[in-house]
């Protein structure tokens, strides 16, 4: 099971809202992760730079924070690799016909009180407790 670790969360969670921010402030763009890296795939975006930035930041940040702190998180799986590669190919395809991602939806999209994002939101995450309430308790899954 998971820890609870209410101000980590909470902290992480201060950071999204205030890059989200600054984003908008001076670029004038939503925080959404996948609109951002599509623009750092062919074709490129002429605003590659402050992507690349945000996108190597939001990787990079966390690993020299567990380094600075000596508390690196190591990354296992009990999800053979197969599954891993089925869920991203559907979460990929999610993002596509919701036409954004969590970050872009549920960060940026509810904030501006959009009606499409609050119902994308909703729906995601009706999917999400859906789905892991069939894998852990139906299944009897990992």
């Known amino acids: 099971m998971t820890e609870f670790t209410p101000v980590p969360a909470l902290l992480g969670g201060a950071l999204i809202g205030v890059s989200a921010v600054l984003l908008m402030a001076f670029h004038g763009r939503i925080a959404g992760m996948t609109g951002i890296l599509s623009g750092l795939v062919p074709p490129f975006s002429g605003d590659w730079g402050w992507r690349a930035a945000f996108i190597g930041g939001a990787v990079f940040a966390p690993v020299l924070l567990g380094a ?6 190591a990354f296992q799986s009990e999800v053979p690799a197969l599954w891993l ?3 991203g190919l559907i979460v990929g395809a999610g993002v596509y016909y919701g036409s954004g991602c969590t970050s872009g939806h549920g960060v940026c999209g509810i904030a501006r009180l959009s009606p499409r994002s609050i119902v994308a939101t909703f729906v995601f ?4 407790a859906a789905t ?3 894998i852990r308790h139906v299944l009897g899954g990992f």
């Open 68 to 73: 600075v702190a000596g508390d690196m998180v």
């Open 85 to 87: 590669v089925l869920g």
């Open 125 to 128: 995450m009706t999917s999400t």
């Open 132 to 134: 892991v309430y069939l």
